[in-house]
Every structure is written in C-alpha cells, then in structure tokens.
C-alpha cells in the first residue's frame, strides 16, 4: 500500500485562550468558524502533534483569520472561494457529500471536506475542496491511493510521523507503515523546499501558501513486491 497525498493549505491553523469566536460572514474576506471553534477535540493528540511540528515553522497561533482572496490555491480557485464557484471552475459537475474535518488540531465543527473521484494532474484519483463553516474553500487536497512506486524516495529508517492524512483523519495503525512529509512554501512563483536540518530554508516572513506532501507506504508489501528501491 502506497499513498501520495499534496495538501495545499492558505489558511492558519490557531487557537486563543479567550476562546471567543471571530465574528465574521462570508464575503468578508475572513474564515467563518463555529461558535465553539476553541473547544478542544477529544482524542487526535498525536495528529495535533505531527501538525503543530508540520505547520510551526511557518505559522504562529493568532486570534485573527485573514488572507489574500487573490490568493490561487489550485488551478483557478482562489482562497475563500464559495464552493459552488470553486466546483465550477474545476469542471466538477458531480455532488460530494459534506464531511467533518475532526482530526485533532483543527478547530472544532468548523472545517469541513467534499471529495470528488477522477483524474488530476495526471496521477491523483481523488481531489478534496475543504471549507469552512460558510463553504468557503480554504484549501485544496488531492490524494493519489495506488502510485507509481518510483515516486517516493523512502529509506529504511523509521520516522516520527503518524499522521498521513489530516482531511481524512487517517493515522497508521500497524508498525510497518512508514509515514513522512515534505513541507514546502510558494515564493514567487516557485515552490521552495523546507528542511529543518537546514536553517537557510526557512521562509523569510509569514508564507501565504503551504504545501505538505504526505506519503504511507506499507513497507513488508513494498519490499515483497520488489518495489522498494524506487526513486524519484
């Protein structure tokens, strides 16, 4: 079993103590959460860890949710775009059922996904607008369930991750499944690689778009098939 899954984020995950929601509406350029936005969630530690230390390096928690709506988040959808527009501008004529966002770290009732089935970008089979609490899309997810293997450079040793999908709320639940992530921000019109063992690959200032790509790989199935020491 072998996962690739790029999620292009434009928004702060961010908590306050206060608890108080923002009051905003949608077409105000602003992220509509639920009332109990700062609840916490029940469970998900480990997902709420692995998503601090994805997004820490480049987002600090603050009590406002504001961006750019220029802001192009896939193709032509642009940040806080109303999900009927972003669906139209991805030729995305089916109906998707609305679902929770409830992996731990994310605020409570206020994000939410539609998963649509097809082709894109030539290798992904599954494409996923997540909104918030007004169907504004704030970011994009494709997920791409049977690669090729030769797309994933995976070594032998394990790493700390848990989480391969946070839309999903998808954790490994078996020892061999290998997990990792590659963060990287928009400068310009470039993507630029973070590296945390490399301190000059840190954003400047505040990015306004991420982009995590995600891979689980079983690796008794992947050494068995004799798949194991594909590259990029």
Same mark, same amino acid.
């Given at each position: 079993?072998?996962?690739?899954?790029?999620?292009?984020?434009?928004?702060?995950?961010?908590?306050?103590?206060?608890?108080?929601?923002?009051?905003?509406?949608?077409?105000?350029?602003?992220?509509?959460?639920?009332?109990?936005?700062?609840?916490?969630?029940?469970?998900?530690?480990?997902?709420?860890?692995?998503?601090?230390?994805?997004?820490?390096?480049?987002?600090?928690?603050?009590?406002?949710?504001?961006?750019?709506?220029?802001?192009? +988040?896939?193709?032509?959808?642009?940040? *806080?775009?109303? %999900?009927?527009?972003?669906? @139209? =501008?991805?030729? #995305?004529?089916?109906?998707?059922?609305?679902?929770?966002?409830?992996?731990?770290?994310?605020?409570?009732?206020?994000?939410?996904?539609?998963?649509?089935?097809?082709?894109?970008?030539?290798?992904?089979?599954?494409?996923?607008?997540?909104?918030?609490?007004?169907?504004?899309?704030?970011?994009?997810?494709?997920?791409?369930?049977?690669?090729?293997?030769?797309?994933?450079?995976?070594?032998?040793?394990?790493?700390?991750?848990?989480?391969?999908?946070? +839309?999903?709320?998808?954790?490994?639940? *078996?020892?061999? %499944?290998?997990?990792?992530? @590659? =963060?990287?921000? #928009?400068?310009?019109?470039?993507?630029?690689?973070?590296?945390?063992?490399?301190?000059?690959?840190?954003?400047?200032?505040?990015?306004?778009?991420?982009?995590?790509?995600?891979?689980?790989?079983?690796?008794?199935?992947?050494?068995?098939?004799?798949?194991?020491?594909?590259?990029?």
């Amino acid at each position: 079993m072998t996962k690739i899954i790029p999620l292009i984020i434009a928004f702060t995950f961010t908590g306050i103590a206060s608890g108080q929601a923002p009051q905003a509406k949608p077409g105000e350029g602003t992220i509509v959460l639920a009332n109990n936005w700062s609840t916490p969630l029940q469970g998900g530690s480990a997902s709420a860890k692995d998503l601090a230390t994805l997004l820490s390096p480049f987002f600090q928690p603050k009590p406002t949710f504001t961006g750019s709506k220029a802001q192009v +988040i896939f193709e032509s959808v642009t940040y *806080l775009m109303p %999900l009927e527009d972003a669906k @139209k =501008a991805l030729n #995305l004529t089916k109906s998707a059922p609305k679902n929770a966002v409830a992996a731990g770290g994310f605020p409570r009732d206020s994000f939410f996904h539609y998963a649509f089935d097809g082709t894109f970008e030539g290798h992904y089979n599954k494409l996923y607008l997540v909104t918030d609490r007004a169907d504004q899309v704030v970011c994009v997810q494709l997920v791409a369930e049977t690669p090729e293997r030769s797309w994933v450079d995976a070594p032998y040793n394990e790493t700390g991750w848990h989480t391969y999908n946070f +839309i999903s709320s998808r954790s490994k639940a *078996l020892s061999r %499944l290998w997990v990792d992530h @590659k =963060a990287s921000f #928009l400068v310009g019109k470039y993507w630029q690689t973070y590296q945390a063992k490399h301190a000059n690959t840190a954003p400047k200032s505040t990015p306004e778009l991420l982009r995590v790509d995600s891979c689980v790989i079983d690796r008794l199935n992947a050494m068995v098939s004799g798949m194991w020491n594909g590259g990029h």
